[in-house]
T-cell receptor, first 114, second 113 residues
Framework: SQTIHQWPATLVQPVGSPLSLECTVE??????LYWYRQAAGRGLQLLFY??????ISSEVPQNLSASRPQDRQFILSSKKLLLSDSGFYLC?????????????FGPGTRLTVT | QKEVEQNSGPLSVPEGAIASLNCTYS??????FFWYRQYSGKSPELIMF????GDKEDGRFTAQLNKASQYVSLLIRDSQPSDSATYLC?????????????FGAGTQVVVTP
């Protein structure tokens, strides 16, 4: 069965500091990968998605970036965090099954920028 | 106009009753529709998805899709206190080929004993 991991689970960082969040998927190959952010009391906002190693598409201009150095590894980064970067960051993976891409989420990282 | 709209709730449902959640979407031609459950402080869990008009049942959950009306709903039968959560509707837009989803803001459901 497939498993998705994210770390760290929680993070408190000062404004202006760098960020690196990691996501790995087990039990599947060549998944589509996604980074979402959920602000407090808000819906999910798609930040980046990737359909293969080194292939990253950005959905929203911001001071975040993403990389996919390996097939099942997806990294979200920032050089300098802003207060507005606080939120719940979710990694997800999907594969085509039964006429649709079923998308599954990792446990998430709760980021507080102070 | 938001692309995926849901009533934010809270929807209060007595234990054992049917909870009915609604979702409308703006992109005509959207192909697949998903329902997720999110407990407070946790990540969303996929409940089920539907792509054909009509009903699809999975245990106590039934998804209903009406593409002509651009409307998708979720029924939860025999509601339990453990069903208290926020339910997210998500739509795969017609312009996308890679499984990207547009999410509604979610409907909070509270099942009262």
């Amino acid at each position: 069965s497939q498993t998705i991991h994210q770390w760290p689970a929680t993070l408190v960082q000062p404004v202006g500091s760098p960020l690196s969040l990691e996501c790995t998927v087990e039990g599947t190959s060549n998944p589509n990968l996604y980074w979402y952010r959920q602000a407090a009391g808000r819906g999910l906002q798609l930040l980046f998605y990737s359909v293969g190693i080194g292939q990253i598409s950005s959905e929203v201009p911001q001071n975040l970036s993403a990389s996919r150095p390996q097939d099942r590894q997806f990294i979200l980064s920032s050089k300098k965090l802003l207060l507005s970067d606080s939120g719940f960051y979710l990694c997800a993976w999907s594969q085509w099954r039964d006429r649709a891409y079923e998308q599954y989420f990792g446990p998430g990282t709760r980021l507080t920028v102070t | 106009q938001k692309e995926v709209e849901q009533n934010s709730g809270p929807l209060s449902v007595p234990e054992g009753a049917i909870a009915s959640l609604n979702c409308t979407y703006s992109d005509r031609g959207s192909q697949s529709f998903f329902w997720y459950r999110q407990y407070s402080g946790k990540s969303p869990e996929l409940i089920m998805f539907i792509y054909s008009n009509g009903d699809k049942e999975d245990g106590r959950f039934t998804a209903q899709l009406n593409k002509a009306s651009q409307y998708v709903s979720l029924l939860i039968r025999d509601s339990q206190p453990s069903d208290s959560a926020t339910y997210l509707c998500a739509v795969n837009p017609p312009t996308d080929s890679w499984g990207k989803l547009q999410f509604g803001a979610g409907t909070q459901v509270v099942v009262t004993p």
